[in-house]
């Protein structure tokens, strides 16, 4: 079956550090990979996706990179601030239809950034 | 509305009481899935709606986790006989489409305790 694995946390970073969140997935055939992030006291929220390989997914200066090669997914950011602390899941879905299109998710990744 | 409505925000139960957890999705969404997130880790998928059509239910952890859409829009996750390892956060996700790379938009869960 189809699983996730991320990088243990918490992740504590200084205000304007780089930030790698690693994430590697198994799964069959062509998945969609998507980094969901929840705010303290917040709902899931879709912070970037990507559907192929080699596509990236971008947003708020957050990038990932889909490399089927290593079948990884691997979260990064240039400058972190503390408005970034929160914990981090990274995710796939088949690319089918229907029942295919529910997430695996990983265990999530607290990221605490400092000033 | 604007985004998933999930309600109660929280709610406490004696341990074999029946409990019933309301979702909202995003109006005109099709797909409709409901998650169970444990304390420290990632959501786990219970089941999955394709308008009024449960076509998933592989993940309700026992046949006291039941779960409808009646009229293919608000769903109700009902657990019957409570135990206390039902106590999680019970998210609500909505999409668009039926495909897998449509991301799916979460409701802030509720968070159901059981003593």
């Known amino acids: 079956g189809n699983s996730v694995t991320q990088m243990e946390g918490p992740v504590t970073l200084s205000e304007e550090a780089f930030l790698t969140i690693n994430c590697t997935y198994t799964a069959t055939g062509y998945p969609s990979l998507f980094w969901y992030v929840q705010y303290p006291g917040e709902g899931l929220q879709l912070l970037l996706k990507a559907t192929k390989a080699d596509d990236k997914g971008s947003n708020k200066g957050f990038e990932a990179t889909y490399r089927k090669e290593t079948t990884s997914f691997h979260l990064e950011k240039g400058s972190v601030q503390v408005s970034d602390s929160a914990v981090y899941f990274c995710?796939?879905?088949?690319?089918?239809?229907?029942?295919?299109?529910?997430?695996?998710f990983g265990t999530g990744t607290r990221l605490q950034v400092t000033l | 509305g604007a985004g998933v409505s999930q309600s109660p925000r929280y709610k406490v139960a004696k341990r074999g009481q029946d409990v019933a957890l309301r979702c909202d999705p995003i109006?005109?969404?099709?797909?409709l899935f409901w998650y169970q997130q444990a304390l420290g880790q990632g959501p786990e998928f219970l089941t999955y709606?394709?308008?009024?059509?449960?076509?998933?239910k592989s993940g309700l952890p026992s046949d006291r986790f039941f779960a409808e859409r009646p009229e293919g829009s608000v769903s109700t996750l009902k657990i019957q006989r409570t135990q206390q390892e039902d106590s999680a956060v019970y998210l609500c996700a909505s999409s668009s489409g039926q495909g897998g790379n449509q991301p799916q938009h979460f409701g802030d869960g509720t968070r159901l305790s059981i003593l």
């Open positions: 109006s005109g969404h099709v797909s």
């Open positions: 709606f394709q308008n009024e059509a449960q076509l998933d």
């Open positions: 995710a796939l879905s088949g690319t089918n239809t229907g029942t295919a299109s529910k997430l695996t």
